[in-house]
């Protein structure tokens, strides 16, 4: 049964006998347009309805929060391959998750203790356009959701700090954060992300 974190609320993992790899799924649509007519359908993406470019990423932290590595859609590859995105998806047509961030939790090296899920909208639309986004931690092994997070506040913000996944003493556990942010990429997200490291 998948549990539905709200903002700020953390879940051990520790419970989940051999748990090696995981994913984080982002999922999105754009927000429908308020009218229908004639200049509804001419204006497009101005009126909501259109195409919403979101892009999931990771930064990797040490203990001490220092930034050990970056993936998202320019880098889709990062430590050592422990990391892999699954590639840039700017429309967030269908159904299910709309980008895919692969975890090798056995094979992070020891120093990677913190990572910090990012969201951002790299085309400057902000969540006001955005609907039924969410991010979900799922176990690779047998495709179990382990629990999900719903990004449902709207605003101006183009970009949001997510969730952490982190050890501890050799444990994982996941936080929801919903920090609002702004900027076009991950870096933009950096001082917010390190916060959580």
Known sequence: MTISLSKGQALSLSKETGLSKVYMGLGWDAARPQKTGFFSRVLGAAAGGGDIDLDASVIVFDANGN???????????GMGGAI?????NRTGDGDGDDEVISVDLAALP????????????F???????????????VDQNGNKELCKFVLAEKGSHTGV?????????????MTAIGEIANGRTVRDLADAAVRYA
């Open 123 to 137: 085309t400057g639309q902000t969540f006001n356009e955005v609907e039924n986004a969410e991010c979900r931690l």
């Open 161 to 173: 700090v997510m969730a952490a996944l982190s050890r501890k003493g050799g444990e994982w556990s």
């Open 110 to 121: 020891a120093n990677a203790v913190s990572l910090v899920f990012t969201v951002n909208s």
């Open 84 to 88: 892999r995105h699954s590639g840039d």
């Open 67 to 77: 930034e050990l590595d970056t993936v998202w859609y320019r880098q889709l590859n």
